[in-house]
């Protein structure tokens, strides 16, 4: 068994297995919390035992061992509650995170609650609560308490309220009417007018019916997709980092691809081995290991300081000391990722041509080709199913770096994007969004981690799909090049 090799073939395949799994688990993650981030749950008031009135969304449960000094200071019935919740489970006690919102009164957009401080029978579904969407503030929860125009009251039964809420609003506020507010009391009692121009979406969570859910669902699917983000990228859509991102890497592969094959043609086929050409293949293995920080440092100081400096000089000196070329934008930010990602193009573009056989460069010589035509019409075409994967090695890569772009060119907000229908329609010296940037900016720039929390799930998602959807329509390019020169006969 062991001259065989066979344990060995069981601990590759185990390895392979484990490496399967770990990929498989990860990208269900992300795509289980991406595509639950904007399904609506139902709204949830619930009173503790000293008074107090929450209402908000649940958006997770946890369980915890409580420090000793929680117990102290709580009322009789707070105490018997944790004792007894406490005994059921072994030691923990549970606890919700409820988004409550209403930050402009509040100052806070969630709030742990244990369970035991709820009172008993304190925890119901308002059947008029309502969870409004807004372009600033965040969310704010409440229950309808009448409709205003001017001031005046048209309406305060709860149905009444919601009905003319819906006639005015039509689910766009830039076309509501900018005089017209709903008054809304929140779980403390408080009550707030908000302009009808203000709110984006509403809706009364537990009055929906699963169709109305997934309009709803889909309806956030849209908005995300082709909006601009807002309430600092926490709120809104994602469409500037999106097209950012799609052109930045189609631009970083156009520019990487043909460099990349000539070198590789040059090493390959032209260049006598040598100590100059040793020294060449190390440097560009050498390049492959270099940080991707690095990378932005020299397209910071070569590309936007030095050429886009220069460009300035010559051609925009009247608008000077401010840039227009010498500060990041995506141009600049293609080439440094194009450098980036050139070693990895050279290195499979070599291989593939290396596979090509030597029977066939010698059958085209024999019928009198010269070394170009062979190259052309022979070499190259059978090479280029390798060479796209070398292709697609770089727009896995580029697509998803974020530390070069952050120096240059992608920034936290940029609502002009660097193609638009504006002569002279491209624009290579605007900065751009990025969806890996966007992540970042989420995850760890966010006044508001816990809102930002599903966005960071649902932008990593989208950007999975850019890179896969890119990744396929670069290998069913590949699988064409193979089907039409991999089994033609010389």
């Not at 420090?67 to 004792?83: D, K, N, R």
């Not at 409550?100 to 369970?115: A, M, P, V």
């Not at 100081?301 to 051609?315: E, K, N, P, Q, R």
Request: glycine share 10%.
């Amino acid at each position: 068994m062991l001259s065989r090799g066979e344990p060995m073939v069981w601990l590759s395949g185990l390895g392979l297995v484990v490496a399967l799994l770990m990929v498989a688990g990860l990208v269900g993650l992300v795509f289980y919390q991406g595509l639950a981030t904007f399904w609506p749950v139902d709204l949830v008031r619930v009173e503790t035992w000293n008074g107090e009135v929450l209402m908000g969304e649940v958006t997770r449960h946890d369980s915890y061992q409580p420090e000793p000094s929680l117990l102290t200071g709580l009322s009789v019935q707070e105490l018997a509650a944790a004792q007894r919740e406490m005994q059921q489970g072994d030691g923990y006690l549970k606890r919700r995170l409820v988004r409550t919102g209403n930050f402009e009164l509040t100052h806070e957009h969630f709030r742990w609650i244990e369970d035991f401080r709820i009172r008993v029978g304190g925890e119901s579904r308002p059947e008029w609560g309502l969870i409004f969407e807004r372009l600033a503030w965040g969310r704010f929860y409440g229950e309808p308490r009448a409709y205003l125009v001017d001031g005046e009251i048209l309406a305060t039964d709860p149905g009444q309220v919601w009905e003319l809420f819906q006639q005015n609003h039509l689910g766009n506020h830039e076309k509501a009417p900018e005089n017209h507010f709903i008054s809304v009391v929140t779980s403390d009692g408080s009550e707030v007018e908000l302009a009808l121009t203000e709110i984006v979406r509403a809706y009364a969570p537990n009055q929906l019916g699963l169709l109305q859910k997934l309009k709803l669902y889909f309806s956030r699917w849209g908005e995300f997709l082709t909006e601009e983000p807002r309430e600092a990228n926490s709120e809104g859509g994602v469409w500037p980092a999106l097209f950012g991102t799609v052109v930045m890497t189609l631009a970083m592969t156009i520019m990487v691809v043909p460099f990349g094959v000539l070198a590789a043609l040059y090493l390959r086929e032209y260049a006598k081995a040598g100590l100059m050409i040793s020294l060449v293949r190390i440097a560009i293995n050498n390049l492959a290991g270099v940080p991707s920080i690095v990378f932005g440092v020299f397209g910071l100081g070569f590309f936007s300081y030095f050429l886009g400096g220069s460009i300035d000089a010559i051609f925009f000196a009247d608008k000077l000391p401010n840039p227009t070329f010498g500060t990041g934008g995506i141009m600049w930010a293609s080439l440094t990722l194009a450098l980036l990602t050139l070693p990895v193009v050279i290195v499979t573009a070599e291989e593939a041509l290396a596979a090509v056989p030597t029977t066939m460069r010698e059958g085209s010589y024999a019928c009198g080709a010269s070394k170009w035509q062979t190259i052309k019409r022979v070499v190259l075409p059978r090479a280029w199913p390798g060479i796209m994967t070398g292709a697609i090695l770089a727009m896995a890569r580029g697509a998803g770096e974020v530390a070069p772009l952050m120096l240059v060119g992608a920034v936290k907000l940029a609502p002009d994007l660097p193609l638009d229908l504006e002569f002279p329609f491209v624009h290579p010296e605007r900065s751009f969004m990025h969806l890996g940037f966007h992540i970042f900016d989420l995850g760890f720039q966010s006044q508001n981690s816990e809102a930002a929390k599903p966005m960071v799930f649902t932008t990593t998602m989208l950007l999975m799909g850019v890179v896969l959807f890119l990744n396929s329509a670069a290998i069913w390019f590949r699988i064409r090049l193979s089907k039409k020169f991999g089994g033609s006969e010389f």
